[in-house]
């Protein structure tokens, strides 16, 4: 039996594990793109931001997803750092996707622990009695905030995702 075909070897797994980051990726920035330009906008455009209760709507929905968030950033980083001595990727890639994976982490945490609840709390409606006016004030900023680091997020993601599919596609071959 040849080294490449132990069941235990490293040259084995080494697939797998692409798959499993390039997977996690596609499913999280898919993910992404559908709450942020499909259903985001659609529950702005049905008049739910300027009810009271959409800032506990909001919380909810991304109270689930900021988790899932969080475990697709650690699967990815996991995945990479496994592959970290087998992969065929140049030893500069491997860094970079390293360092890339742990700002998604970084991103998913400051999305789960910073700017979700901030932005719950400015959308809070306090008073009961007096009715919503509209954004409040400094939501503004957190929304140009979050614009900024969903893109970043995006193109670190996918430049991890096509180092991954150039290194499968040279397995393969």
Same mark, same amino acid.
């Given at each position: 039996m040849s080294a490449g075909l132990k069941v235990g070897s490293?040259?084995? #797994?080494?697939?797998?594990?692409q798959a499993v980051i390039m997977f996690a990726l596609g499913f999280w920035l898919s993910c992404s793109l559908i709450l942020d330009f499909v259903i985001m906008p659609t529950l +702005? +455009?049905?008049g $739910? $931001? +300027?009810?009271g209760s959409f800032a506990t709507a909001g919380y909810s929905i991304f109270w689930i997803f900021n988790r899932i968030e969080l475990?697709?950033?650690?699967?990815v980083l996991s995945s990479l750092l496994v592959? #970290?001595?087998t992969s065929n990727l140049y030893s500069y890639v491997r860094r970079w996707s390293i360092l890339l994976s742990v700002l998604l982490l970084a991103i998913a945490l400051i999305y789960t622990y910073v700017m979700t609840p901030q932005m719950t709390a400015l959308a809070m409606q306090l008073n009961i009695l007096q009715p919503a006016t509209g954004m409040p004030e400094g939501m503004v900023q957190m929304h140009g905030e979050y614009g900024v680091l969903e893109a970043i997020k995006l193109i670190a993601g996918t430049t991890i995702l096509g180092w991954c599919y150039r290194d499968s596609r040279n397995l393969a071959a």
């Open positions: 490293a040259e084995q #797994r080494q697939p797998t594990w +702005s +455009s049905a $739910m $931001m +300027s009810q475990l697709c950033a650690t699967v592959l #970290r001595g």
